[in-house]
């Protein structure tokens, strides 16, 4: 069925798939399924999503005053206690030999969530952030993971596994959502270092280091630390 994005209007095709007169799946992305209830005249009556990455439940209710609630929220935000972004667009920016490297990328909160195994599943390509596709940008030829990359600008994918090991994807495709992966356009994949952290990160961050002709691109969230090499040639 044709579906419409709320924020920006388009159209995409979603498949809805009916298990019972009263339960219908929606694709998530086509990886994953939102749960919805449905009464006789075929009205949702609740939208369970705990297995995507929204992890949200929602419930048909009566009327509200839309106008209360929207007062309310201004408030709370004008007080420093709104709810803000879910998942804010950052910008790591680093300089190695001089040359400057940026990535840029959605930070996901973790929200007392599972997040390996569950809001980032294994075996599966990963955005590595969340909303448009994570994209790594540098002027001058580089050797990442000990790999030469020419100059560019390319889209960043992982694959983590469940015995701790993970893949980084440099992706030629870029300005994509971060879904739409296309492993055709894969310039290489490579493995990079894993560590735990001490203590579990609340926010996805990816920070990029260096000192004289090296540096490091590291991702972290939650308890899990990645990296891997970088060499401008």
């Not at 009916?18 to 009556?45: E, K, M, N």
């Not at 294994?122 to 100059?151: H, S």
């Not at 972290?220 to 630390?225: C, I, K, P, Q, R």
């Amino acid at each position: 069925m044709p579906a419409i994005d709320i924020a920006n209007g388009s159209i995409s095709k979603r498949k809805f798939l009916a298990r019972s007169p009263t339960q219908i799946d929606v694709d998530y992305f086509g990886i994953l399924w939102t749960h919805l209830t449905v009464d006789g005249s075929g009205r949702i009556t609740a939208a369970d999503a705990r297995r995507t990455t929204e992890q949200t439940v929602t419930q048909r209710t009566e009327s509200v005053d839309i106008v209360a609630l929207a007062k309310s929220f201004a408030s709370a935000d004008r007080s420093g206690k709104g709810v803000g972004a879910a998942s804010p667009n950052l910008i790591a920016k680093g300089t190695i030999a001089g040359q400057p490297v940026v990535a840029t990328y959605g930070s996901p909160r973790r929200r007392g969530r599972t997040i390996l195994g569950a809001v980032v599943p294994y075996g599966n390509v990963w955005r590595t952030g969340a909303n448009e596709a994570t994209v790594l940008i540098f002027d001058k030829d580089m050797t990442i993971g000990g790999t030469p990359v020419p100059a560019g600008a390319y889209s960043l994918w992982t694959i983590p596994k469940a015995d701790g090991t993970v893949q980084l994807i440099i992706n030629r495709q870029h300005g994509q959502w971060g879904t739409d992966y296309d492993p055709a356009q894969d310039l290489v994949r490579m493995p990079m270092k894993s560590s735990t952290a001490p203590a579990p990160q609340e926010s996805f961050a990816i920070d990029i280091s260096g000192s004289g002709n090296d540096g490091e691109l590291r991702m972290s969230w939650d308890t899990f630390v990645w990296s891997t090499p970088l060499t401008v040639k």
